[in-house]
Structure formats: structure tokens, C-alpha cells
């Protein structure tokens, strides 16, 4: 009898598990190129192409769009560890994102400007065409918001295949419009 009842919660316990997985399968996720918009002036400042990574989600500066008299191929000088130096273009920001439904958690975001990272938690609208991005310091009370929007696959043509390939590859076919380039390189340390 005791066998009967183990049998029968096994079973419930693996349809429930297989409902909420197809659930979570059936929804949008964050991959893919999105779009971060001055609210300000409505014009877009960079773009960032989410991609999974060993089951986590991460996404990576794909597109900036630099104002007049700014260093047209910046680097993040403020960075710590392996990014310290790195090209700003193809810099990966945001880290360890794991998806819960429509909400990924438990990941950080670094702001390139200063080479601060902190805790992140994303949220995409359930169309899947808006992205929350909350980076927070101890307790997400304490954060700021910024609202992504997702682009077309066509706008990957607009993207440095050299990006696509490292971090994407499988979006490749997708930016076909685009011939491809030379890799991003590494710069040299800056000597202080």
C-alpha cells in the first residue's frame, strides 16, 4: 500500500514538475538584441544582446552610439579583473542572471562608466518586449530602473558579427546582412 501512495506522489510531483518546465518554456526569455533609450531625448544609447551561458543568462554591450567628441572605441578603464581595459563594444555587463519565469535574479551588472558592479534582477513583460533592469546595492529597495526594449532579429544585421560570434553564435545566420569584420581587439594597459 505504502508503495501504491509513493508511486502515485511520484507521479503527481512529475506532472506538476513537467507543467511548470513547459510553462517556463512557452514564455518569452531575454535572448536576443535589446535596445536602452535616453528618456530624456528618445534616442537610443546602446544596445545589448542577451545570451544563455551554462544556464545562466548574460548580456554584452552590442551597439553604442557615441555622442560627437567622445572616444569613438572606449574602454573600460575603471573595470576590475579580465575586463579591466577591455573595449567598452562587446564588454559583457550583465552576469549570472538565473530565470525564474519572467523574472531573472541573483546576478550583477557593472556600470562601465565607473567600473561599479552591482546586484541586478530583470523582469520581461509577459509580450516579452520590455525588459526591467534594476541595479541595486545590498537590498533591491536601494536601485534604479532602466526600461530595454526589445529589437527586431533584423537590427542584428546593424551588429558587429565579431560580438554575435563570441558571445551568440547561433544568431549568426540572423546578421547575415552584415559582412563580416575584423575581431574586437584588446588594448594595451594604459600606463598611469
Not at 516579452?128 to 536601485?143: N, P
Request: some cysteine.
Amino acid at each position: 500500500m505504502r508503495a501504491q501512495y509513493l508511486a502515485l506522489f511520484l507521479a503527481c510531483f512529475s506532472i506538476l514538475g513537467a507543467n511548470g518546465v513547459a510553462a517556463q518554456q512557452g514564455q518569452p526569455t531575454v535572448l536576443g538584441l535589446w535596445q536602452q533609450v535616453d528618456p530624456a531625448t528618445g534616442k537610443s544609447e546602446s544596445w545589448f544582446l542577451f545570451f544563455e551561458n551554462n544556464g545562466v543568462y548574460e548580456g554584452a554591450i552590442a551597439k553604442m552610439f557615441i555622442k560627437p567628441g567622445d572616444d569613438p572605441n572606449p574602454i573600460c578603464t575603471r573595470c576590475q579583473g579580465e575586463q579591466k581595459n577591455s573595449p567598452m563594444l562587446g564588454l559583457t555587463i550583465v552576469k549570472q542572471m538565473h530565470r525564474n519565469g519572467l523574472k531573472y535574479e541573483n546576478g550583477t551588472i557593472l556600470d562601465p562608466r565607473d567600473g561599479n558592479v552591482y546586484n541586478a534582477l530583470m523582469e520581461l513583460s509577459p509580450d516579452g518586449q520590455k525588459l526591467t533592469v534594476r541595479g541595486y546595492l545590498g537590498i533591491a529597495l536601494f536601485g534604479q530602473n532602466q526600461i530595454w526594449y526589445r529589437l527586431p532579429d533584423a537590427a542584428l544585421a546593424e551588429v558587429d558579427r565579431a560580438i554575435i560570434a563570441a558571445h551568440a553564435p547561433a544568431l549568426l545566420p540572423a546578421a547575415a546582412g552584415r559582412p563580416a569584420t575584423a575581431p574586437v581587439k584588446q588594448r594595451a594597459p594604459v600606463a598611469r
